[in-house]
């Protein structure tokens, strides 16, 4: 398998973490979304990372972390797997994360890309993007286990810590860690893991 896309991307980085985890072997092809456009269109006409190429099948290629990781978690044995027994509730958080991060993504864009930033767009992403924060923090305290849901390591763990990376890395004025100490320690744990030390590269801003 091929990964493609940079890991300072929270998206291509869950992948990233995630085949590490099963113990797949991947190839990483830390193409940009700017400067390696072209190739990047060739394969996804959509121009966005992640993409994960199927080598041993027939070069098939997947887009989108989710569609990735369901295909990757339905080739392991039941025991490894990153979705927790709660597997509702696993989604559902997975879900606000990963909207947390196409939020993010979109401010990110429209204060780096455009000229005269739109004061409304910008508004309200600020406001999706502080609200959901909040809801996360408020949920995070509530558990007292390790991970979100008990003792595992599970898909919605990485998606927040790898969400939280990225807000820090590209929109830092939007967190400070000590209005959200749960959704800080919830991260630290994450990025002490070696997997997570591994599977990381500095943030390279979109020339
Ligand atoms: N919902 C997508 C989000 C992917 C995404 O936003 N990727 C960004 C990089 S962080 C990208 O490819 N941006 C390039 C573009 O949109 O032109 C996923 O979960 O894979």
């Known amino acids: 398998m091929i990964l493609i896309g940079q890991y300072d991307s929270p998206f291509v980085r869950r992948v990233g973490i995630a085949l590490r985890l099963y113990g797949m072997p991947f190839e990483h092809r830390p193409w940009s979304v700017v400067g390696d ?6 394969i996804n006409p959509t121009g966005s990372v992640p993409v994960l190429v199927l080598v041993l099948d027939d070069g098939t290629a997947l887009v989108e972390s989710k569609v990735i990781l369901d295909n990757l978690d339905s080739l392991v044995p039941e025991n490894r797997r990153l979705w927790p027994e709660e597997r509702l509730g696993a989604l559902r958080l997975s879900g606000f994360a990963l909207q947390l991060g196409d939020r993010m993504v979109s401010l990110f864009y429209e204060r780096r890309l455009h000229a005269q930033v739109s004061e409304v767009l910008q508004g309200r992403r600020e406001t999706q993007i502080t609200a959901t924060l909040a809801m996360l923090e408020r949920e995070r305290a509530a ?7 008990g003792d595992g390591l599970t898909h919605a763990d990485i998606a927040v810590a790898c969400i939280l990376r990225f807000v820090q890395d590209c929109l830092a004025d939007l967190y ?7 959704l800080a320690a919830h991260a630290a744990r994450a990025e002490a893991l070696p997997v ?6 500095p943030f390279i801003p979109p020339a």
Do not use: T, V
Request: no cysteine.
């Open 37 to 42: 456009f072209d190739r990047l269109l060739a």
């Open 143 to 149: 558990q007292s286990g390790e991970w979100w849901f």
């Open 176 to 182: 400070d860690p000590e209005r959200y100490p749960a």
């Open 196 to 201: 997570f030390q591994e599977i990381s590269q």
